[in-house]
């Protein structure tokens, strides 16, 4: 059974740093695309970054790029979010998620397992 857990997020000033962490357990890991989205308090859960199965293409939602990085560690099981310079807006709780596949996907559909997600507050 796949279990994806986050890790990291909690409360910063805007300008700040975080680093997210999804610990993955199950499965061949390597082998997947890896994502992550986020929800906002009355939002919808909007995509923010993926990667590829090897590692070798990223894409991010427009509003983050320059700012986020996602990464992942093989020998580890674990697809890590570097987010700087954070905003406000940045506030939701953060979603680790598995594709059906070894591509990089937008679409929330496209993802087979999820985590349970990790909140970061970003104070003005």
């Known amino acids: 059974q796949v279990q994806l857990v986050e890790s990291g997020g909690g409360l910063v000033q805007a300008g700040g740093s975080l680093t997210l962490s999804c610990a993955a357990s199950?499965?061949?890991?390597?082998?997947?695309?890896m994502g992550w989205f986020r929800q906002a308090p009355g939002k919808e859960r909007e995509f923010a970054a993926a990667?590829?199965?090897?590692?070798?293409?990223?894409i991010y939602r427009d509003s983050v790029k320059g700012r986020f990085t996602i990464s992942r560690d093989d020998a580890k099981n674990t697809v890590t979010l570097q987010m700087n310079s954070l905003k406000p807006e940045d506030t939701a709780v953060y979603y680790c998620?598995?594709?059906?596949?070894?591509?990089?996907?937008?679409?929330?559909?496209?993802?087979?397992?999820w985590g349970q997600g990790t909140q970061v507050t970003v104070s003005s």
């Open positions: 998620a598995r594709a059906h596949g070894g591509y990089t996907s937008r679409w929330y559909g496209e993802y087979a397992y």
């Open positions: 199950g499965g061949t890991f390597r082998s997947y695309g």
């Open positions: 990667i590829t199965w090897n590692g070798d293409s990223t």
